[in-house]
């Protein structure tokens, strides 16, 4: 049975994009998960050549389960894809990500990426960033204090990230302050400059101009693809 989750339309429809002989950056999340998927069956039924480069910790261990081969960065250059989800994409295509945590190397991997590719489902196509979902900050919890008074000073409400009660560490040994814009975030370009100067401040969840191509699931098993002008 065509799969509806929109989450599932989305990730495995993008895994079709994939053509032998590429490196392909492997995102992380939910509906990336169902990239791997798709990616797997395509290297046993089709023996699709592939080498994919993880953007965390839980991705790496679900591809090597899946059979996907994998080269660390040291091993690449370029990658000719990545496919990767996004917590908020907005028309220009700037997005909000690091829900599962991992936008250090989401945005390492997608800056030497030459095809970008989103996946996501409707909900997540939205007009202004930031009004319904928390921008993550992460940074070095030395400078736990004078980053989040920055945040506070750039008009944001920055909340601890946590995880069983304690901090949430990601897979760089940093933690993460996710950020409430109560109007939401009219200018995610000068957001970024600024939140990526503050001293402490590893990463910031904005991505800017890295999208060029989204792949929207739909309820009932539609997909709608939008490639940037
Ligand atoms: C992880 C991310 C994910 O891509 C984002 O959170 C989307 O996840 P999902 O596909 O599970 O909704 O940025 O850091």
Redesign the pocket.
């Known amino acids: 049975m065509a799969p509806s989750n929109p989450?599932e339309v989305s990730?495995r429809h993008a895994a079709d994009l994939v053509q032998s002989g590429m490196t392909v950056g492997l995102?992380?999340?939910?509906?990336?998960?169902f990239t791997l998927q798709r990616l797997a069956e395509r290297i046993a039924e089709e023996s699709l050549q592939v080498r994919g480069v993880p953007?965390?910790v839980d991705t790496e261990r679900k591809a090597t389960e899946m059979g996907i081969p994998l080269a660390s960065l040291d091993e690449v250059e370029r990658l000719d894809l990545t496919i990767?989800?996004?917590?908020e994409i907005d028309g220009d295509f700037q997005m909000i990500?690091?829900?599962?945590?991992?936008?250090l190397r989401?945005k390492v991997v997608a800056s030497i990426t030459e095809k970008e590719v989103i996946?996501?489902?409707r909900d997540?196509v939205v007009d202004r960033l930031g009004l319904g979902f928390l921008l993550?900050v992460e940074f070095v919890p030395f400078s736990s204090p004078t980053v989040a008074a920055v945040l506070r000073g750039l008009g944001s409400e920055p909340i601890l990230r946590l995880s069983d009660g304690q901090p949430f560490v990601t897979d760089n040994g940093n933690h993460i302050f996710d950020c409430r814009f109560p109007e939401g975030i009219a200018d995610a370009r000068g957001l970024e400059r600024a939140i990526t100067h503050v001293p402490g401040v590893v990463e910031c969840?904005l991505f800017i101009d890295l999208a060029h191509v989204v792949v929207i699931g739909d309820e009932g098993g539609t997909v709608e693809v939008r490639e940037k002008a």
């Open positions: 989450k990730g995102g992380t999340g939910s509906t990336v998960f953007t965390s990767d989800g996004a917590d990500k690091g829900g599962g945590g991992a936008l989401e996946v996501v489902g997540k993550p969840g």
